[in-house]
């Protein structure tokens, strides 16, 4: 975990009260950053933020106190986003902030993904939720990553993730969303390269979440022979 304060970042999970946003979160807010939940209900977002560093005080973690906010707010006042909203919502909710989020770095967790039977791959034109991002944040530095973490291992600081994180993307942002996947412990960047391979961390994800469900765990992926 780096200590220089100009690594530190202010954050803002878009839709962040649901399991992936709150396990973020934690990990964030133990690296040093400046947190925010955003929700499209504020009081739930400031709900969710008294919840996560109540239980950080009684671990006795050192962290910086996690924020709570409405999505806009937690916008404007961030430099980061980070969107983990379910995919149902993804594209009205990009839309709606759209005009807040030009000029900022905006990492995208979404997995296109459906349950019927199991885990099943929704069909996106622009062919994956991160490449949708994109299309729709056309002056935003659109980032995929942070998919296939465990949200309930992200959740118990004492866990190490032991998981490789896949990062598309280019520029100056890819890096930034690099050096925030370091700051979590067990967590390892791997280079997945541009935008368009976003489609298969996502399909990666969702036979995750199949795996995951048949076998009670919460695997990650490891890439072998990588220094």
């Known amino acids: 975990m780096s200590t220089d304060d100009t690594n530190k970042h202010s954050i803002a999970l878009v839709g962040g009260t649901g399991p992936e946003g709150k396990g973020l979160a934690t990990r964030f807010s133990i690296a040093g950053h ?6 499209r209900d504020p009081a739930r977002g400031v709900e969710i933020a008294e ?4 239980k950080l005080e009684i671990l006795g973690q050192s962290f910086v106190p996690v924020q709570g906010d409405s999505n806009e707010h937690a916008v404007t006042n961030s430099a ?3 969107v983990t909203v379910p995919y ?3 594209r009205a909710t990009l839309e709606s902030l759209s005009h807040l989020l030009d000029g900022k770095i905006v990492i995208d967790t979404v997995v296109p993904v459906y349950f019927e039977k199991g885990p099943r791959p929704v069909e996106v034109s622009e062919g994956s939720a991160t490449e949708e991002a994109a299309a729709i944040l056309q002056n935003s530095n659109v980032i995929g990553a942070f998919h296939n973490l465990s949200a309930e291992v992200l959740m118990e600081p004492a866990l190490s993730l032991d998981s ?5 993307g280019g520029g100056d942002a890819k ?3 690099i050096e925030l996947v370091r700051d979590i412990n067990g967590a390892r960047p791997v280079d997945a390269g541009p935008l368009r ?3 298969f961390v ?3 994800t969702i036979l995750l979440i199949g795996i995951n469900s048949r076998y009670k765990s919460h695997s990650g992926i490891v890439i072998s022979g990588l220094e």
């Open 175 to 177: 890096q930034v969303a």
């Open 51 to 54: 919840e996560l560093n109540s």
């Open 197 to 199: 391979y976003s489609r």
């Open 88 to 90: 149902s919502g993804h």
């Open 80 to 82: 980061i986003v980070i």
């Open 34 to 39: 400046t947190v925010t939940i955003g929700s």
């Open 202 to 204: 996502e399909g990666i």
């Open 164 to 168: 490789d994180v896949l990062v598309t």
